[in-house]
DNA sequence: GTAGGGTTAG
């Protein structure tokens, strides 16, 4: 109905047949409100089956107070209204007056409800935070006889999964004597909620096999989400030519439901077929083959689709924006993050907190941390994702002193971690090396319950073998109830990490026994083993196997680490066959294998060759030109030195200072080079003083004097400024009782001298000194040390 | 029917 016939409607009397018509035809809450004057001309303010009608407009339009005030108008309303009216508020986000609608009626009036009362009242308490309103009008719908309703049953199922209380909704399916289509649909659609994926088909199979029951589009595109999840490819094409049989292959939701099973299994030509099938496509559609795009990696495609969706007039929606941002940061698209930024600011849709974090995390993957943390600030509503996002942003950025002050931020504000959290923070741990915060951790996951999550299990196992404790990650990892191939890896690593090459090689060669398909980075893992113990021959049989048995191509990472092996061994220049054997383009790790290599057994030749391939591929690196500049100062080529040197002066590149953590107790203590803020350096320097002429009685001899022939005086003392790790040992050799072992933690790798010195010192002073550097672990006992001089 | 946060190598 046009204004103008409206508006002529106003001033004639109308009959109560024309009226329920004009309400009918209505099609926006002003119109209503004209008719509802139209009502009051007729006469018809108290026929309440002509304001039970309006009041249920007025609820399809969003209107509810309007609707509840003319409600309180009515002097006896019935049952059909009260029906209505809690139906209506619940569906306007009001669900709490529904129930208070619900209690009113029982205690208030004459009436008794009905079965329709009972379903409307149990899915406006799905919406409601505490779930004691359900479970009490279970009991009650029980009383009144409602129990086995077909529609009282399909809300309770509803309400049960809404609150994860899956085998109470698998009680009432069960009980329940007679099953429709909304009721299995139900069934099938909680299960998928609760990520019960498997259970989810099976009962869809009971469903479309054996219950009489006629499945519709809502069968197929509840289940569909399940084999997506679970990538069950053949599952779900059964289920598409089910639902060709059936003729419900042309639905909107079903096609869409296919495109995004296709597309999460990697098959985006089927997914794009299908989406060409769609006669109408709708926001979701587009939604779908957007987020499809993306995890494929295709950004162009993805980008496209959303400049069509814009270019058609459709107004997108919070999902499409977090479909389309995860294809910006693969690619390191910062312009393209802040343009959508900038677009969402505009039209307002920044302020969904998914939109906000997928930002934040876009931000923090491009290394923008600052700007992701302003967006974290800057947002109203903080999730509990946004806090993840934020503090997984942090620890992916290397902040890990950041990311543990966010999360002591984050309990201040009453918000409580749940694994995602807690995975996060022990990665945190893992990268300082902070056993007691991680046994913190520990205990709070215990408490928790969070044991069984397997990406908690594998940060756990990670935070041992990363904190010193082999053991304790082997103990947790054999009693590990499920694993998967990251926990697999994890293990592997943590024996490479520690030097033990053989129980690295055993645990790989159990891991296939066990068929678990091995990943790039668990021939990584086992390569970086062998490489941290020496095992030469090991290592080359695994790249071979890698490749002929398992069919891998190798990445230029496997390369590094193969050139590694051979370098570290003393075979140069089977090294350098090996990279002019690559397939790829060598990589800046694979030249720096072999530079590492060359220091180690003072080749200044391949340096050179080495540096140069460097220097062009990654020239703001300075760790590449200190160690050029080392090696030709032990071959006595200080000009040379020198000038490598000039270099990095001239263009101001800054190298990462090193620092040492030791933790007394829970207490922990920082050490940079030539520290002199401590407050008992005078005790420290003393000591170091005192073991520095017992350790060259003992043999030692300081490694650095050899390359600092040339330097000159300000640089030489500067090179010579004590290493963070040795203040730290002999700090911890103050504070600690005899016997007692000393852990510490160094961010770069031990160089040379300290490596000397502190064999010699735990000599001197019989101490176990366990020192973790940017590599792996070495532990000192009795003048040797567990790497065999091998890093 | 579409959508946000997590573990493994270096």
Same mark, same amino acid.
């Given at each position: 109905?046009?204004?103008?016939?409206?508006?002529?409607?106003?001033?004639?009397?109308?009959?109560?047949?024309?009226?329920?018509?004009?309400?009918?035809?209505?099609?926006?809450?002003?119109?209503?409100?004209?008719?509802?004057?139209?009502?009051?001309?007729?006469?018809?303010?108290?026929?309440?089956?002509?304001?039970?009608?309006?009041?249920?407009?007025?609820?399809?339009?969003?209107?509810?107070?309007?609707?509840?005030?003319?409600?309180?108008?009515?002097?006896?309303?019935?049952?059909?209204?009260?029906?209505?009216?809690?139906?209506?508020?619940?569906?306007?986000?009001?669900?709490?007056?529904?129930?208070?609608?619900?209690?009113?009626?029982?205690?208030?009036?004459?009436?008794?409800?009905?079965?329709?009362?009972?379903?409307?009242?149990?899915?406006?308490?799905?919406?409601?935070?505490?779930?004691?309103?359900?479970?009490?009008?279970?009991?009650?719908?029980?009383?009144?006889?409602?129990?086995?309703?077909?529609?009282?049953?399909?809300?309770?199922?509803?309400?049960?999964?809404?609150?994860?209380?899956?085998?109470?909704?698998?009680?009432?399916?069960?009980?329940?004597?007679?099953?429709?289509?909304?009721?299995?649909?139900?069934?099938?659609?909680?299960?998928?909620?609760?990520?019960?994926?498997?259970?989810?088909?099976?009962?869809?199979?009971?469903?479309?096999?054996?219950?009489?029951?006629?499945?519709?589009?809502?069968?197929?595109?509840?289940?569909?989400?399940?084999?997506?999840?679970?990538?069950?490819?053949?599952?779900?094409?059964?289920?598409?030519?089910?639902?060709?049989?059936?003729?419900?292959?042309?639905?909107?939701?079903?096609?869409?439901?296919?495109?995004?099973?296709?597309?999460?299994?990697?098959?985006?030509?089927?997914?794009?077929?299908?989406?060409?099938?769609?006669?109408?496509?709708? #926001?979701? @559609?587009? +939604? *779908? !083959? &957007? $987020?499809?795009?993306?995890? /494929?990696?295709?950004? =162009?495609?993805?980008?496209?689709? %959303?400049?069509?969706?814009?270019?058609?007039?459709?107004?997108?929606?919070?999902?499409?924006?977090?479909?389309?941002?995860?294809?910006?940061?693969?690619?390191?698209?910062?312009?393209?993050?802040?343009?959508?930024?900038?677009?969402?600011?505009?039209?307002?849709?920044?302020?969904?907190?998914?939109?906000?974090?997928?930002?934040?995390?876009?931000?923090?993957?491009?290394?923008?941390?600052?700007?992701?943390?302003?967006?974290?600030?800057?947002?109203?509503?903080?999730? #509990?994702? @946004?806090? +993840? *996002? !934020? &503090? $997984?942003?942090?620890?992916? /950025?290397?902040?890990? =002193?950041?990311?543990?002050?966010? %999360?002591?931020?984050?309990?201040?504000?009453?918000?409580?971690?749940?694994?995602?959290?807690?995975?996060?923070?022990?990665?945190?741990?893992?990268?300082?090396?902070?056993?007691?915060?991680?046994?913190?951790?520990?205990?709070?996951?215990?408490?928790?319950?969070?044991?069984?999550?397997?990406?908690?299990?594998?940060?756990?196992?990670?935070?041992?073998?990363?904190?010193?404790?082999?053991?304790?990650?082997?103990?947790?990892?054999?009693?590990?109830?499920?694993?998967?191939?990251?926990?697999? +890896?994890? !293990? &592997? $690593?943590?024996?490479?990490?520690?030097?033990?090459?053989?129980?690295?090689?055993?645990? %790989?060669?159990?891991?296939?026994?066990?068929?678990?398909?091995?990943?790039?980075?668990?021939?990584?893992?086992?390569?970086?083993?062998?490489?941290?113990?020496?095992?030469?021959?090991?290592?080359?049989?695994?790249?071979?196997?890698?490749?002929?048995?398992?069919?891998?191509?190798?990445?230029?990472?496997?390369?590094?680490?193969?050139?590694?092996?051979?370098?570290?061994?003393?075979?140069?220049?089977?090294?350098?066959?090996?990279?002019?054997?690559?397939?790829?383009?060598?990589?800046?790790?694979?030249?720096?294998?072999?530079?590492?290599?060359?220091?180690?057994?003072?080749?200044?030749?391949?340096?050179?060759?080495?540096?140069?391939?460097?220097?062009?591929?990654?020239?703001?690196?300075?760790?590449?030109?200190?160690?050029?500049?080392?090696?030709?100062?032990?071959?006595?080529?200080?000009?040379?030195?020198?000038?490598?040197?000039?270099?990095?002066?001239?263009?101001?590149?800054?190298?990462?200072?090193?620092?040492?953590?030791?933790?007394?107790?829970?207490?922990?203590?920082?050490?940079?080079?030539?520290?002199?803020?401590?407050?008992?350096?005078?005790?420290?320097?003393?000591?170091?003083?005192?073991?520095?002429?017992?350790?060259?009685?003992?043999?030692?001899?300081?490694?650095?004097?050899?390359?600092?022939?040339?330097?000159?005086?300000?640089?030489?003392?500067?090179?010579?400024?004590?290493?963070?790790?040795?203040?730290?040992?002999?700090?911890?050799?103050?504070?600690?009782?005899?016997?007692?072992?000393?852990?510490?933690?160094?961010?770069?790798?031990?160089?040379?001298?300290?490596?000397?010195?502190?064999?010699?010192?735990?000599?001197?002073?019989?101490?176990?000194?366990?020192?973790?550097?940017?590599?792996?672990?070495?532990?000192?006992?009795?003048?040797?040390?567990?790497?065999?001089?091998?890093?």
């Amino acid at each position: 109905m046009n204004c103008r016939s409206l508006a002529g409607a106003v001033i004639q009397t109308l009959d109560r047949n024309s009226c329920l018509r004009l309400l009918e035809d209505s099609s926006a809450v002003s119109h209503l409100a004209q008719t509802h004057a139209q009502v009051v001309v007729c006469g018809y303010k108290n026929d309440i089956s002509t304001i039970t009608k309006l009041i249920h407009k007025l609820c399809d339009f969003k209107a509810v107070a309007y609707a509840r005030a003319l409600f309180l108008s009515v002097p006896k309303p019935d049952l059909f209204l009260f029906n209505v009216l809690i139906r209506g508020s619940s569906n306007c986000g009001s669900p709490l007056s529904s129930v208070s609608l619900f209690t009113y009626l029982r205690n208030n009036t004459y009436l008794r409800p009905d079965n329709f009362t009972y379903a409307f009242t149990v899915s406006a308490s799905s919406g409601i935070p505490d779930e004691k309103f359900g479970i009490l009008l279970h009991a009650q719908a029980v009383v009144d006889g409602y129990g086995s309703d077909l529609f009282v049953g399909s809300s309770l199922v509803d309400f049960y999964f809404t609150f994860s209380k899956v085998e109470m909704a698998q009680k009432v399916f069960d009980r329940m004597l007679e099953k429709d289509t909304v009721l299995w649909n139900t069934m099938i659609s909680g299960l998928v909620k609760n990520c019960c994926y498997e259970d989810s088909i099976a009962v869809f199979a009971k469903m479309a096999a054996g219950s009489g029951v006629r499945l519709d589009p809502t069968s197929v595109s509840s289940v569909l989400p399940a084999a997506a999840e679970l990538q069950l490819l053949n599952i779900g094409l059964g289920i598409q030519c089910l639902s060709v049989k059936l003729g419900l292959s042309s639905h909107v939701h079903v096609l869409t439901g296919l495109i995004s099973l296709y597309s999460k299994c990697g098959d985006m030509k089927t997914s794009k077929a299908l989406f060409e099938n769609i006669i109408r496509p709708d #926001l979701i @559609s587009y +939604n *779908a !083959m &957007i $987020s499809g795009y993306t995890t /494929n990696a295709d950004s =162009e495609s993805s980008l496209r689709l %959303f400049k069509e969706l814009l270019g058609i007039g459709f107004q997108v929606n919070s999902s499409t924006i977090v479909g389309l941002i995860p294809v910006f940061y693969p690619f390191g698209h910062l312009l393209l993050t802040c343009g959508i930024h900038g677009f969402c600011v505009k039209s307002g849709i920044i302020s969904n907190p998914a939109v906000s974090t997928a930002l934040t995390t876009a931000y923090s993957r491009l290394n923008e941390i600052e700007s992701a943390r302003l967006l974290f600030n800057e947002s109203k509503e903080k999730t #509990l994702a @946004s806090w +993840n *996002a !934020m &503090i $997984s942003g942090y620890t992916k /950025n290397g902040l890990t =002193e950041k990311a543990i002050s966010l %999360f002591q931020d984050m309990q201040v504000s009453k918000m409580d971690p749940n694994p995602v959290t807690v995975t996060s923070i022990l990665s945190a741990c893992a990268q300082i090396g902070s056993l007691s915060l991680g046994k913190w951790v520990y205990d709070m996951i215990r408490r928790k319950g969070f044991l069984s999550n397997l990406y908690v299990l594998t940060a756990l196992i990670d935070m041992y073998t990363k904190c010193g404790s082999i053991e304790d990650a082997r103990k947790l990892f054999d009693d590990a109830p499920e694993k998967n191939v990251v926990t697999w +890896n994890t !293990m &592997i $690593s943590g024996y490479g990490l520690h030097g033990h090459g053989q129980e690295a090689i055993d645990l %790989f060669d159990e891991m296939m026994k066990s068929n678990i398909v091995p990943s790039a980075v668990t021939f990584l893992s086992v390569l970086y083993a062998c490489s941290h113990a020496g095992l030469v021959d090991e290592g080359q049989k695994i790249f071979h196997s890698m490749v002929h048995d398992f069919g891998f191509e190798p990445l230029s990472e496997h390369y590094a680490c193969m050139v590694d092996i051979l370098g570290r061994a003393g075979k140069l220049e089977k090294a350098l066959e090996f990279i002019q054997t690559m397939t790829v383009e060598p990589s800046p790790p694979v030249w720096g294998a072999l530079l590492g290599a060359c220091m180690i057994h003072k080749n200044t030749r391949l340096a050179q060759l080495a540096s140069e391939k460097l220097f062009n591929l990654d020239p703001e690196n300075v760790g590449y030109r200190v160690l050029l500049s080392n090696i030709l100062s032990v071959d006595k080529k200080y000009a040379q030195a020198a000038s490598v040197r000039q270099v990095v002066k001239q263009r101001n590149l800054v190298k990462t200072p090193g620092a040492t953590l030791l933790e007394i107790g829970d207490i922990p203590y920082v050490f940079t080079a030539g520290d002199h803020s401590h407050p008992q350096k005078e005790a420290i320097y003393a000591l170091l003083e005192k073991l520095s002429g017992k350790i060259l009685e003992a043999g030692y001899k300081p490694e650095t004097m050899t390359a600092l022939h040339d330097v000159e005086e300000e640089e030489k003392e500067l090179i010579m400024r004590i290493h963070s790790e040795k203040l730290a040992i002999t700090f911890g050799l103050i504070q600690t009782n005899p016997g007692i072992e000393i852990r510490i933690f160094k961010n770069l790798r031990v160089c040379l001298d300290c490596h000397s010195w502190t064999k010699f010192v735990s000599k001197i002073t019989e101490r176990v000194i366990v020192v973790r550097d940017a590599n792996r672990f070495h532990h000192f006992r009795d003048g040797a040390c567990s790497c065999g001089d091998y890093w």
